[in-house]
Each structure stands twice: as structure tokens, then as C-alpha cells.
């Protein structure tokens, strides 16, 4: 319909374009199909083309340029609508301001958590009534969006923008786990509000794909001063990468340093009776229950834990320190800047040796296998020879390139570290998980026994339990 409309609303300050003409649509008994042709939640409306504007200034008797600036890629030409956590809201359910209730053009994106007329928390279905947030988001917030508007000219801002979306990512996954220092005039309350709706909604091991304004606002306010210059940024991730972990050793009940004494005395009785050595450390730490690939929130600091110990335990066998750097090139893989960083806190952290001690317990009653070794042997396997996985269930031969996922699930098996040094390290870690969800124990057995027939890697000492069911723990 293209006619003038008999009741035509004003455009509101801020006013989203769709949200507009729905109500234009509404106040004359009309579809929003029936007026735009189009439905109310198309993306087309982020982007409307000029005979969309040319119609819909005609109807409402609007001008195209008001209209136009009503549009997000005009309002917010800088944003970047890909970005899972700064980008592009989940399209279909606009979060609307409890107090205005009015959709904004601003709320189109999710970084935006405050209406923009009124500086009130934005409402949505996952939390269609907030809590009063912390006073300082309100800073944050314009902060924010000055450096959106800034963005398209400015590299700086854009880079910062790239900075707070990373952080925010990885900062996701501390704030479940643990509890970072409240913000300044923040609420226990505020904060659990927005943990719990994780609680109820997340799967254990994902990053959720919609996320309420609550917790957005939570993420943004606890990134946005570390996005500041890379060097800031760093350390917060450094931090965060810290504090992933979701494992600790049973308490006992003992005082930290008590603990402490208790590991490195544990840690040297198992070099000196035991024989326990550099190789005998594999390259990530993965514990009880956890899959083949660690999940990516993990991977830093369990890697970076690996190191440390392989360090540690070195310095306790022979008396020589060795630096972090010199573990991952003795190991033969590589690793990163921040696994280097955290492994480096961690070899002097004597609180992460109880960690090394409860692990390494874990290896010795496991049977120590010189890992260095296998990992020697098994670099070069490109491929698992077909003949050997004939008894494998059908659909673990039915994936893509089955017998090079064979290889890299053999790699992972012996060496009990991670994909790095090996055949393939930059493997789909989803299809290595798949092909080990596929396998069934007779599969894993036959994988197993296979590489321990080519690797004739024989233990240091003799397992308490038959072969071929040894670690299980690293795999499911
Ligand atoms: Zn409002």
C-alpha cells in the first residue's frame, strides 16, 4: 500500500525505523505487511533501500533523511553487526526500554543496554524485568557508544572496539566460574541476577547465543577499562585465562601453606622413589571426565599448567631450573605468548603445586609412560592404515578423512597432551571430539592397542590395571 496514511504518528527521537512504522501500521488498522510489504523483524529494515524510504516518507509524511537516520547502518555506521558480543542483537525480539517503551535504533545492537532517552536497563523476553544496574555502566555506556560513532574515522576507537568484543568473549567464562571483584557500586544482588539467568539457560560448555541486556551490561562494564590500550587488554586476559579453571585439588582442610609443604613433599617423593621425570609430562593437563579436546576456555591455562609442571618436576629430579620456553621447545610444540606468561606465574606459584602434585599422583598411578618418546614416534603419523580400523563402528569410518581423524585421535591417546606437535595441529577439534564420541570401547581398545604395538612403548613400571583401559579418564 502506498496511499498517504490517514492517522500518521511522529517519528520519536531515537525511534527505531520498524519500530515506527509498526506503530504507523497499528494506528490505522493495518499489518506491518500490509503497509511495507516486508515483516516487521527483516533485517532489510537495518538497511532499507531508497524506494523503501521514498514509500514509507510518502505514507507517514516523514522526510527520507529522517527516516534514513532511523536505520542502524546510518545511526551506527561503525558497528560491526557480526560480532557475536557488540554486534548485532538476536534478531526477532527487540529488547525495549520498561519506561519510554520505545524500540531505539541504538537497541538493534548489543552493546547497547541502556535506553538511550531514559538511561534505563533495556527489558527483553530473557528478562523482561531488570534490576537497577551498577551506577558506573551509565559511563561505560556512553563511553561506549561514543567510540562506536568515533569508529568510522578514528582507528584507535575501532581498535578498542575489536579489544572490549574480544574481552568480553573470553571474559564470558570467568564470570561463570568464578566471581570477579564487584564493580564499583555494584550489587551481590545485581550480580547474582545475572548469573543466574546463565544458570538456567546455558549449556554447561557453551557460550550462549543470546544474551539478556543484564548480562551484556555485566560483561561490557567488566572489559571496557582493560580494552583500553592492548597492553591492558592483555593482562585482563592473562587474568581471565587464569581463572577458566574450574578444577582444584580436594580440600583437605589443611592452611594453604600447609597444603603447599604437603604437595612439594609429594612432588619429590615421586621424583626420588618413583623415578618421576620431565618426560613423563604430558603437554595440556586433562582430568577425570574431561573430552579429548579440551573446550577453547580451558585450553590456555591447562596447557600453561602442563608446562609449569613439566618445569617444576625437572628442577625436583635434576636440581636445574628450566625456563617456560625451554619445556615447550625440549616438548617439541609450540604455544603462545600467554600460555608462556601463565606458565611462567605458575612455576613460582607454589599454591598451582598442589595442582602439579595431585596430577602428577594421577600419572604415577596410572603407570609414567615416557611421553617424550611417543611423542617422538608418533609426530610423523599422517595417517592410520585402513587395515586397522576395520573393527571400528561403521559411522567412526563414515566421517570425512577417517584414517588422518585416526591419527590425530592416536596422537592424542598416547601422549595425553593436546594437538600441538603433532600430525595435525590445526585439526577440526569438533571432528576429533565426533570421532571420539563415535568410538565405542572396542574401538578406543583397538585404536590403543595398535599404536602401543608400532610405539612398543612399554611403561616405566609395571599399571596397576590392564592395558588398554588405562585412561579413560581423557576420553568420552
Ligand atoms: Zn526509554
Redesign the pocket.
Known sequence: MTARLPIRPRIENHEDIAAYLQRCATANNLTFIELTGTRRHAQVWETPSSSQLEAAAFQTETTVERLREAALTTAFAAAKPARTMTGRRYSGVPAK?P??E?DTVAARLAMTVL?P??N?LLADQHDPHPLQPPTVLSDVQTEVLQTVARARRSRPARERLARLESLMKAQEWALWRNWPALLPGEATEWRERVMSFTANHAEPGQILPARPPALTAELMALTWQPSATPSETSRHLDNVAYMSETWAPPKTGELPAEAQQRAADELRRLANLHGLRFSHIPTTIRHQGDSIVLPRHLQTTRAAQAIAMAAVVHSLSTGATMTAARVVERQGHKTTDRVLRLATRMIRNRHMWTHFAAHASVLHSEGLLDLERLRGELRSLTAVPRSALTALPPQCLAVTRPTEIAAAWVWLDATQGRLAGGPYPAMSERAIRRFDRLLNPEGRLTLREWWQERTEQIADQPSTEPRGQRRERSTG
Do not use: L
Request: aromatic share 0%; net charge neutral.
Open positions: 526500554c519506561e519510554c520505545v535506553c532517552r531514559c534505563v
